[in-house]
C-alpha cells in the first residue's frame, strides 16, 4: 500500500480507513452487486485512482471490508468467551452471549455492517470463501466450548447447534423492525432485550439437542 496510507485526512483517519468505511456503507445499502468503485470514491471524498491504487478492484475492497469488520468483532467474541466460566450452572448462557453480542452492539458497526453481516451467512461462493477464512476459526472455538459443557455431545451435533445459533441470530440482526411489525409494538427493542430473546431460544434447543445424544 505504500507510505499513502500512513497518511491522516483532516478528519483524522488514513486514507485506507476512509475507503474502508465508506466502502461498508455502500455495501450494506447497495449489495455487492449494486455498489459501484466510483460511487465509494465519492462517498470516500478520494479520487478513483486512490481507491484502485490501494485495494485494486471491487473484490479485492470487499474483502478487506469483510476483513476489518470481522476482525473487530471476532477479537471481542474470544475475549469474551475467555471469561467464561465453563463450571458455572449458566455457562452456555455466557457462550451464547459471548457470540451474539459483539456482532449486535458497537463491534458489528450497527445498522450498516449487520446487512453484511446477514449476507454472508447466506451468500455465494465468494460469501463462504470469505466466511471460511475470516469467521470459520472462531466458530471452531465455540463449538469446542459446546463440547466441554456438553461432553456427551458429538463434534456433529455441536456444530449444528451452533449453526443453528447463528441462524436465529440472522433472523434478527437486519434491525429492521419486521418482529416488532408482527409483535404489534412500535419501536425497535433495545439490545439487551434481543441478546435475551436470542439466549433463551438458543440455549433451549441446544440443551434439547444434547439430550437426544445422553
Known amino acids: 500500500m505504500g507510505v499513502e496510507a500512513e497518511v491522516l485526512t483532516k478528519d483524522g483517519l488514513s486514507t485506507v480507513e476512509r475507503i474502508t468505511i465508506a466502502a461498508e456503507l455502500e455495501f450494506a445499502e447497495?449489495?455487492?452487486?449494486?455498489a459501484g468503485m466510483k460511487?465509494?470514491?465519492?462517498?470516500?471524498?478520494?479520487?478513483q485512482a486512490l481507491l484502485h491504487y490501494h485495494f485494486g478492484s471491487k473484490d479485492q475492497l470487499y474483502t478487506e471490508v469483510v476483513k476489518r469488520r470481522s476482525k473487530v468483532i471476532n477479537d471481542e467474541r474470544a475475549a469474551l468467551l475467555d471469561?467464561?466460566?465453563?463450571?458455572?450452572?449458566d455457562a452456555l448462557a455466557q457462550i451464547l452471549d459471548a457470540l451474539f453480542r459483539p456482532p449486535l452492539?458497537?463491534?458489528?458497526?450497527?445498522?450498516?455492517?449487520?446487512?453484511?453481516?446477514g449476507g454472508l451467512i447466506v451468500g455465494r461462493e465468494r460469501e463462504r470463501l470469505l466466511v471460511k477464512a475470516y469467521y470459520d476459526p472462531t466458530?471452531?472455538?465455540?463449538?469446542?466450548?459446546?463440547?466441554?459443557?456438553?461432553?456427551?455431545?458429538s463434534r456433529k451435533?455441536?456444530?449444528?447447534?451452533?449453526?443453528?445459533?447463528?441462524?436465529a441470530l440472522v433472523a434478527v440482526i437486519s434491525r429492521d423492525g419486521r418482529i416488532e411489525r408482527l409483535m404489534g409494538e412500535e419501536g425497535q427493542r433495545s439490545i439487551e432485550d434481543v441478546l435475551d430473546g436470542l439466549v433463551t431460544f438458543a440455549s433451549g434447543g441446544i440443551a434439547a439437542l444434547?439430550?437426544?445424544?445422553?
Open 39 to 47: 460511487a465509494i470514491s465519492r462517498r470516500a471524498d478520494v479520487s
Open 30 to 34: 447497495r449489495g455487492f452487486d449494486g
Open 105 to 117: 452492539g458497537p463491534a458489528g458497526g450497527d445498522q450498516a455492517y449487520t446487512r453484511i453481516f
Open 139 to 153: 466458530a471452531q472455538r465455540f463449538i469446542d466450548a459446546l463440547q466441554r459443557i456438553k461432553p456427551k455431545m
Open 210 to 214: 444434547a439430550d437426544r445424544e445422553n
Open 83 to 89: 471469561s467464561v466460566d465453563l463450571n458455572a450452572a
Open 157 to 167: 451435533t455441536a456444530a449444528h447447534a451452533y449453526s443453528l445459533a447463528l441462524g
